[in-house]
């Protein structure tokens, strides 16, 4: 079955723990991407990238490092968590620049 | 500045009204436009874009470039309709590949 995994599904770790976030997907799409949703505030970029060692920042990336090393999988790390980074993340993928995204079932992170 | 504006956080209609989530945007250039849906629990997915012209679940959308609006429509809803919606662009602007979303309006349909 096509799709995109994340783990884990829920997360609580205290503020300066290093934690990392997979996701993987069985598409063989070239662009993947990470999102947190926010109330309010919607789905918002983080991370994106275009192709095994193509990564670039979206629109909140200040706190998360990403890394492209196979096709399939892409990373969310979070060096030094703190707990304004407590949200809902989502990672996707696509095939093509201007295709639909494909997510996973999400990250609830909790930083205490 | 290139957004997404979806007016409504919250929209409740009763079961068996027509629905309209309003979506406008701004945009440089000619974005592709999308429609994602969120069930409780559940992850989003993708309900309908505009190049296929598709209608999904008796949902459509009509893109109006003059008033940048991407605005999603039913004409009688139902209680399973229940959900998030986003608006979404996704294009291309000085070299790097945006896809931004609206901050969402939850549909509520009551029985």
């Known amino acids: 079955e096509a799709q995109v995994t994340q783990n884990p599904r829920y997360l609580i770790t205290v503020t300066g723990k290093k934690l990392t976030v997979t996701c993987s997907q069985n598409?063989?799409?070239?662009?993947m991407s990470w999102y947190r949703q926010d109330p309010g505030l919607g789905l918002r970029q983080i991370y994106y990238?275009?192709?095994?060692?193509?990564?670039d920042k979206g629109d909140v990336p200040e706190g998360y490092k990403v890394s492209r090393k196979e096709k399939r999988n892409f990373p969310l790390i979070l060096e030094s968590p703190s707990p304004n980074q407590t949200s809902l993340y989502f990672c996707?993928?696509?095939?093509?620049?201007?295709?639909?995204?494909?997510f996973g079932s999400g990250t609830q992170l909790s930083v205490l | 500045a290139q957004r997404v504006t979806q007016p409504e956080k919250l929209l409740s209609v009763f079961k068996g009204a027509p629905v309209e989530l309003k979506c406008n945007y701004s945009?440089?250039?000619?974005?592709?436009l999308f429609w994602y849906v969120q069930y409780s629990r559940q992850r989003l997915q993708l309900l309908l874009r505009?190049?296929s012209r598709e209608s999904i679940k008796g949902f459509t959308a009509d893109l109006n470039k003059g008033e940048t609006s991407f605005h999603l429509k039913k004409p009688f809803a139902q209680e399973e309709d229940s959900a998030m919606y986003y608006c979404?662009?996704?294009?291309?602007?000085?070299?790097?590949?945006?896809?931004?979303f609206g901050t969402g309006t939850r549909l509520k349909v009551l029985a």
């Open positions: 598409m063989n799409h070239e662009y």
């Open positions: 990238s275009m192709n095994v060692e193509v990564t």
């Open positions: 505009h190049i």
């Open positions: 996707a993928s696509r095939r093509g620049i201007e295709e639909k995204l494909f």
């Open positions: 979404a662009l996704s294009g291309s602007t000085s070299g790097t590949y945006k896809y931004i």
């Open positions: 945009y440089s250039g000619s974005p592709e």
